[in-house]
């Protein structure tokens, strides 16, 4: 028996089933009734916002409240539930309630409780406690020196403990493990893969449902589930344990460094990460123990695989074992550092040895203001409106009275590796960001520090991400906004910055629906006066698999305008469509296999309809932009030009002719 596999299946329809019916199934089915437990007057009337773009990649809602008896906060995250057939869906909620009843009685110190469920904002509301870091990279950043061995044995205890119980989790990663203050991990994720998993709601993509999860889910899963989601079973969680506990050790997804389409390649070939010999050096009998565990765990054959149990008790040894380690140094050189870093005489160069502070002056000496004086300090939010892979937004005010955003890099203040190329990266953006003045290109008031963070600051969007905002006004001018999008990006690339990420959620729309691109994180400027050592620099960016090109995924270059090109297409489709690219195909190594065989977008007749002018020209332009040979690819001056040319001008039976473009 393989236990209550949870799986990410959904079905969609037209219909809201009845809150009442479900919470009561999920009562009758063993769930706690949480609506009396919790004190209403101080749960959020806002959710925490979220980057959710289609109805096909949504996540829940999320607020924050208090219990009554404790005064302790708990989160509450809700769900929408859709039914194709209220008969279907009605036996679909009995199975729905016993998983999900097996999850609240589950008591363990190493799983997060359930508190109960109850109905808010016309949705079905799941109750947990509060946790202190809502992934565990968070938490390590924060705590470098914690012992990884010891952490990695917790959460396989949690593990464990649920297989004993014929529960498959089905999503183990680092963003699905929440961690407190002293040090406790808390598996969570089972209520969201069990709701998705029903076909009751909307969130049929669990990659969007933690907040912590920055790389795709697929760095994380077996091979015989990137073919076959729905193929959940114990050994596929042990192979997902390893790579947590690889994760722990090293403080990043698996496989990092590599794309995530890479990455899926590399899983369906059987190719398993490298050993990080920094964090695992070969002299060091306890990291060689544990390498040979792993590579048990990722065996190709499922029941090769020891069990969660025996993966349990070889972890317990490592940690307990009276180990002796060799002689060896696990930092550099002093040579090896100084081979790592670029100087250049006659540059500022931002190293590994500065502190943030001294970042922070270099920063202020090249242009980017210090925003500290502008700022209404009594004015900022108690709580994030946010959460993303870099930290925290919290909302503020200047003293004019304008409202303001402050993206609260999550650094570790400290001088291990990991933390400064995270502090340089950091610096990196800002500097790029700095140099950008464009009606399109959102605005970077400055720099400041908030509750010992790095913070960027810049105007508030009020209508949010660009995919928040056309599914609040679907009747906007998609073709205006794509073109307004182009402007941005043209001027972009005339002050030769490469932006390496360009997609729908890195695009925000201001109050007087303006789009405005974000996120300089991956871009690349091609003339510094300020340098960067050459992790800051050179490290592979975190694009999103769906807008990436394909010589970009295959890793014969890194980031290039062209490469901006077939991200600008692939992000036009999705002003117009309101889905991300390839909508239609979640699983990601299926998703790598077309882009592998140079399949666009199939076209969507309903929002680009054949025999359409308009929407023949635009199409023409789109599939020019997704040219398999990027040297066909036209320029974003050149797409700015045929975009106003489509979205301004009265368009009868006219072709585009790209040639004539100038």
């Keep these: 028996m393989d236990g209550d596999s949870i799986t990410p299946e959904c079905s969609l329809g037209p219909e809201l089933l009845d809150r009442n019916i479900i919470l009561s199934q999920l009562i009758v089915g063993g769930c706690e009734d949480a609506t009396t437990q919790l004190e209403w007057p101080s749960v959020r009337h806002d959710p925490v916002p979220k980057e959710g773009l289609s109805r096909n990649f949504v996540s829940p809602d999320i607020y924050y409240g208090k219990l009554k008896s404790s005064q302790q906060l708990a989160r509450l995250i809700c769900f ?16 729905v309630a016993h998983k999900i009843s097996s999850w609240s009685n589950s008591k363990h110190p190493n799983i997060l409780g359930m508190i109960g469920a109850t109905i808010y904002q ?24 914690v012992d990884r061995y010891a952490l990695s044995t917790r959460i396989a205890y949690g593990i464990a403990y649920l297989h004993g119980k014929n529960i498959v989790h089905g999503f ?10 002293d040090h406790t991990p808390k598996i969570t994720g089972f209520c969201e893969a069990t709701l998705t998993s029903s076909g009751l709601t909307t969130a049929s993509d669990f990659r969007c449902i933690s907040y912590g999860i920055r790389d795709s889910t697929a760095r994380w899963m077996p091979p015989e589930t990137l073919l076959d989601e729905n193929d959940k079973k114990p050994e596929g969680d042990v ?4 790579m947590t506990i690889l994760e722990t050790m090293t403080g990043a997804a698996p496989y990092e460094g590599l794309w995530d389409g890479a990455a899926v390649l590399k899983i369906a070939n059987g190719h398993h990460p490298q050993r990080p010999i920094v964090h695992m050096p070969y002299g060091d009998k306890k990291a060689n123990t544990l390498w040979t565990l792993f590579r048990e765990c990722w065996a190709r054959d499922p029941h090769d695989r020891p ?15 009276s180990w002796m380690l060799a002689s060896c140094q696990c930092t550099p050189s002093s040579g090896t550092q100084q081979g790592t870093e670029a100087h250049i005489a006659s540059d500022t160069v931002i190293h590994r040895q500065m502190s943030v502070d001294e970042i922070l002056s270099h920063l202020y000496e090249h242009g980017c203001k210090d925003a500290t004086s502008f700022i209404n300090q009594p004015e900022y939010s108690s709580y994030p409106v946010s959460y993303g892979g870099f930290g925290e937004v919290y909302k503020g005010r200047l003293k004019d009275g304008n409202q303001i955003a402050l993206k609260c890099l999550r650094l570790a203040l400290d001088t291990t590796e990991a933390s400064q190329k995270q502090v340089r990266n950091a610096a990196h953006e800002l500097y790029i960001w700095s140099k950008c003045k464009h009606p399109n290109i959102l605005e970077l008031i400055g720099v400041t520090q908030h509750r010992n963070q790095i913070a960027m600051v810049s105007p508030w969007m009020e209508n949010g991400t660009l995919g928040w905002f056309l599914s609040k006004y679907p009747e906007a001018d998609r073709y205006t906004l794509s073109a307004q999008i182009t402007d941005g990006v043209a001027y972009l690339h005339g002050e030769n910055i490469v932006h390496g990420d360009i997609k729908g959620t890195n695009v925000l729309v201001s109050k007087d629906c303006i789009p405005k691109i974000t996120d300089f994180g991956t871009a690349a400027l091609k003339d510094y006066t300020l340098k960067f050592t050459a992790s800051a620099t050179t490290s592979k960016p975190g694009m999103s698999l769906r807008w990436t090109a394909p010589e970009i995924l295959e890793e014969t270059t890194g980031t290039t305008f062209e490469g901006d090109i077939y991200a600008l297409g692939m992000t036009i489709l999705e002003t117009m469509t309101g889905e991300v690219p390839y909508y239609e195909t979640v699983n990601e190594s299926a998703l790598v296999l077309k882009i592998a065989r140079q399949e666009s977008p199939m ?15 635009l199409w023409s332009l789109l599939t020019s932009c997704w040219s398999y040979d990027p040297k066909n690819r036209p320029t974003a001056t050149e797409v700015g030009k045929a975009m106003r040319n489509i979205a301004f001008m009265k368009v009868s039976g006219q072709t585009l002719d790209l040639t004539r473009v100038t």
């Excluded at 192979?239 to 390893?242: E, R, T």
């Design 172 to 181: 183990i990663m680092g963003g699905t493990v929440h961690m407190m203050r």
């Design 122 to 145: 016309d949705q079905i509301a799941i109750v947990t406690p509060w946790t202190d870091y809502l992934d565990l990279r968070g938490f390590l950043l924060a705590h470098p020196q």
């Design 80 to 95: 929408r539930t859709f039914v194709s057939s209220v008969e279907t869906d009605l036996n679909k909620l009995k199975n």
């Design 603 to 617: 076209r969507p007749a309903g929002k680009i309809p054949p025999k359409d002018a308009k929407a023949d020209m």
């Design 307 to 321: 069990t969660a149990l025996e993966v349990l008790g070889r972890m317990t040894e490592i940690v307990s074992g």
């Design 239 to 242: 192979y997902s344990l390893a």
